[in-house]
């Protein structure tokens, strides 16, 4: 939101200046902010099996980096794919760390492929 709107702001400042560099700079700037907020609201979908699940003493969990959801406010949704096909949700510990980084906590490794919709 910060580049589309600082390319809205760059836009207005020089949409009637003479120096053309600058409309066509601010242009650019509110395109990039444009494509920029467009890719961060995008929903992303991950996909787990159960040898991805990773061993602590409490359990067993799964993780998304923040360079791979891309979200300064992930909400995972966590998903169970059945054998037809369809998605169930499933209700699990999410604990979202201060980096951003989402760990979907669970007792025991899950057999079914797990979809984390972040």
Do not use: C
Request: net charge positive; charged share 25%.
């Amino acid at each position: 939101y910060v580049f589309t709107a600082t390319g809205m702001i760059l836009m207005i400042s020089f949409a009637y200046s003479e120096v053309k560099n600058f409309q066509y700079l601010s242009i650019i700037i509110a395109i990039l902010g444009l494509i920029l907020t467009f890719e961060s609201s995008r929903l992303r979908a991950f996909k787990f099996s159960e040898s991805d699940w990773l061993e602590t003493k409490d359990g067993f969990y799964l993780e998304v980096k923040k360079i791979r959801h891309l979200k300064n406010l992930p909400t995972p949704k966590v998903f169970y794919q059945t054998k037809s096909g369809t998605l169930k949700e499933i209700m699990v510990a999410i604990i979202i760390s201060s980096d951003k980084t989402v760990r979907i906590y669970a007792n025991g490794r899950l057999k079914e492929d797990v979809i984390v919709k972040i």
